[in-house]
């Protein structure tokens, strides 16, 4: 790690492949960081064991080993913690939605339950968020390191993108948060994740997409998905496919770094930041 | 000399029939009248003990109906604290006849109301089943409008029903003098404003019992109309009394009339059984060990032996063993199953 300002590990799955590559694109730009990239489910078993942070299971040791260079991270190098993406998102929301609703919800209030939702309460649908955010790998992740630093050491969460608007054009896929959008769900959506998250991760700071990203409640502006890299080890970028939709760009992980150094009060390098 | 005794079986001796046999291990207690199979669709509902009941005959297999599945990926712990996959429906604990009565007529006219509406610290409760959701709702709409769901969803799953298993729990209840409505709960425990001038303690007397027990058949075949009962009494003593004397008292008073009233209905009507649970239970030979240390809860064993006894003669036994609460020792038979009436025991000075 270089540079001045505070010491920021950036712990994430396919999701921080977008931070990472605005951070190379333009390291003069934000406070030095460092990466700690898993594939997968690799993340599941990083643990804080007397004071060094380190993926318990082999195979995901090797991982993060071939994806970082180093297979464990010593808590006490760090003044902030950030965990991107790794399932911390709307989709918390969405996952009960697919199986229920709330009154709170406008197509509830224009009577279209439909059948093959159960009618609950906010309450309970506002639990069901919780569990979820708690027990994701981005809600576990924050929540094993929220317990294992001193209370005012932060602990940041930036949530996964939303997808990408253009996934439309996979409707197969991406039925329920189509339908949310139609049935104009997606206010309520957002305001039950967000609270969910304030609820089931105290101590930890929720860094939400950034609003110029957004497109309606539920999707991100195709522009920041476009041209989206996959979580490598080496310099060389791979693209997600075309019809990926799920992952954003380094446009967009600049705005996320923007959010963390607002966070951790970093002072802003003079780099341009990557506009794609 | 020949006489009436000299050629009964074993089991109508005490000595060779209780005294002499092992609690665990009674013979012929049970001979059912209403059958049932793998296939047969079962409503269950009742006290606390009929949870035990449910979860056993779907441990074995059997058709347990739920109207009201919970639809979110939750927890088990934290589904059956909202009451789901406690009963057949989401009622929470009917621990009277008359309760039960009273929700097959609102299942029946789908009416609902505001006056049922209780609230505390600024959240709302369903005066009728105050206990299924814990963290309470944010409206009185909110509470009529999943009540509407509750009772639609209960008529669509009476109409499949082909057994109701009830199990009477308490004769006591508090009643809402104006309306005639009886409570799940007292008035003030969970949610709700205790008002003396017109909540009224009661306690049904055994004609009272018999009649709700001819109207709650009624209105069962009014939904499905050859569906048969199957009728439990709870051995699991009160919680508390409000009628003024011993809680020990009130228990074997109300014990008694329900079991009267249980046992004289179902030999009344050919599609009405009675299954011995609390018999078995409270057995003397058993000499306590089916209660836990608090002379209260029903241990794992006791209700395994309940439903071992019940699956047995229903001939499901080696279909399935019976998976009861719990069948190790060690666990607590209480653990998932929800009592709203357990909470009066906090008020115990």
New interface residues.
């Given amino acids: 790690m270089t540079g001045p300002g505070p010491r920021v590990l950036v712990l994430g799955n396919s999701h921080i492949a977008a931070v990472k590559a605005a951070h190379e694109a333009a390291p003069g730009c934000w406070s030095a960081l460092d990466f700690l990239g898993g594939q997968g489910e690799a993340l599941a078993s990083v643990t804080a064991e007397a004071g060094v942070l380190a993926p318990q299971d082999e195979a995901a040791r090797q991982n993060i080993l071939h994806l970082n260079g180093r297979d464990a991270f010593a808590l006490a190098d760090y003044d902030a913690f950030v965990v991107v993406g790794c399932k911390l998102g709307i989709y918390r929301a969405l996952a009960p939605y697919r199986r229920a609703r709330f009154l709170g919800l406008p197509s509830v209030a224009r009577g279209k339950v439909g059948g093959y939702a159960a009618p609950v309460s906010r309450a309970m649908f506002g639990m069901a968020v919780q569990e979820g955010v708690a027990a994701c790998l981005g809600g576990a992740l924050a929540l094993r390191i929220r317990a294992s630093v001193q209370s005012g050491v932060p602990v940041l969460i930036a949530e996964q993108p939303r997808p990408s608007f253009d996934c439309r054009r996979a409707p197969d896929r991406f039925g329920e948060v189509l339908r949310a959008e139609r049935l104009r769900d997606g206010p309520p959506l957002t305001e039950m994740f967000e609270a969910g998250v304030r609820a089931a991760l105290p101590g930890i700071t929720l860094l939400p997409q950034p609003s110029k990203t957004r497109a309606g409640a539920l999707f991100t502006r195709p522009r920041y998905g476009n041209g989206s890299v996959r979580l490598t080890a080496g310099d060389r970028q791979y693209l997600h496919p075309e019809d990926d939709f799920i992952h954003a760009n380094a446009e967009y992980g600049a705005l996320v770094l923007d959010q963390i150094a607002a966070a951790v009060q970093a002072p802003r390098g003079t780099g341009v930041s990557p506009r794609l | 000399m020949s006489h009436p005794y000299s050629d009964l079986p074993p089991e109508a001796f005490w000595r060779s029939g209780v005294a002499e046999v092992d609690a665990g291990a009674l013979t012929s207690l049970y001979v059912p009248k209403v059958r049932i199979g793998l296939q047969t669709r079962i409503a269950t509902a009742g006290s606390c003990f009929a949870q035990h009941i449910g979860r056993a005959l779907r441990g074995a297999g059997v058709a347990v109906l739920d109207a009201?599945?919970a639809?979110?990926?939750?927890?088990e712990a934290?589904a059956r604290a909202?009451g789901y996959g406690l009963f057949s429906g989401r009622y929470g604990n009917i621990h009277t006849v008359r309760q039960l009565v009273q929700l097959l007529r609102d299942v029946q006219s789908g009416d609902v109301s505001e006056a049922f509406v209780w609230e505390k610290d600024g959240r709302f409760y369903d005066a009728l089943r105050p206990g299924v959701?814990p963290?309470?709702?944010?409206?009185p709409?909110?509470v009529l409008?999943?009540r509407r769901?509750h009772l639609a969803a209960l008529g669509r799953m009476l109409a499949e029903a082909e057994v109701f298993v009830f199990t009477l729990g308490l004769t006591e209840a508090w009643i809402d003098e104006p309306t005639g409505r009886v409570f799940q709960t007292c008035p003030g425990v969970i949610a709700g404003q205790f008002d003396p001038t017109r909540h009224v303690f009661h306690t049904f007397t055994l004609p009272e019992l018999r009649a709700d027990l001819e109207l709650a058949f009624g209105l069962l075949r009014s939904f499905r109309k050859r569906m048969r009962m199957i009728l439990t009494v709870s051995p699991v003593p009160l919680t508390a009394t409000a009628g003024g004397g011993h809680v020990l008292a009130a228990t074997m008073h109300s014990k008694a009339l329900l079991r009267v009233a249980a046992g004289e209905f179902a030999d009344a009507h050919r599609g009405v059984d009675y299954f011995p649970s609390y018999e078995i239970v409270t057995n003397p030979a058993a000499r306590g060990r089916f209660f836990e240390p608090n002379q209260r809860s029903v241990t794992a064993e006791a209700v395994q032996m309940v439903m071992g006894t019940f699956l047995a003669a229903q001939g499901l036994a080696d279909v399935a063993a019976p998976s009861p609460t719990s069948a190790d020792p060690g666990e607590d038979p209480e653990d998932g199953v929800v009592c709203e009436d357990l909470l009066l025991g906090a008020f115990a000075r």
Avoid: I
């Fill in positions: 009201e599945p639809p979110l990926t939750l927890p934290t909202f959701e963290l309470g709702m944010d409206s709409e909110e409008f999943l769901a």
